[in-house]
């Protein structure tokens, strides 16, 4: 094994930043990651510079089991992921290490509200 996993420290948020899908600035994760109470964790692969590569390497798998680690230390049932429908190499990755797809067996939809949404919804409250 190559790399090293270890959990994130605020000066990796700029590299999280950059790698995950979502509109975070490396500021809104330092400040919502490293708080007296922070909203997530996060976990990084340290992988020398002649090992990186797509896949190949175990640290997908490597980072998959530290989380389960990490949640069942903390007593969590269950771990659940998102999973974009295209990404079949993902899917065959999660269903081979037992991950059921509650998308067929359950029906489940993911529901977001984000932007004028979610300030629509946060508005209604006042009037309640």
Known sequence: MHFK???????DCKEI???IMVSRSNVELER???CENP???CLVAEVPEEHKSKEGNGI???LLCKVAEVGKKKECVRLQLSVLDWNTPSRDFYAA???QDLTVSEGWHAIRFDGQSLDNLANEAAKI
């Open 97 to 99: 290490k037992g991950a």
């Open 32 to 34: 919502d990651g490293f």
């Open 39 to 41: 909203f997530f964790q």
């Open 17 to 19: 930043s950059r790698l």
């Open 5 to 11: 996993i270890r959990p994130a420290k605020k000066e």
């Open 60 to 62: 997908g798998k490597g």
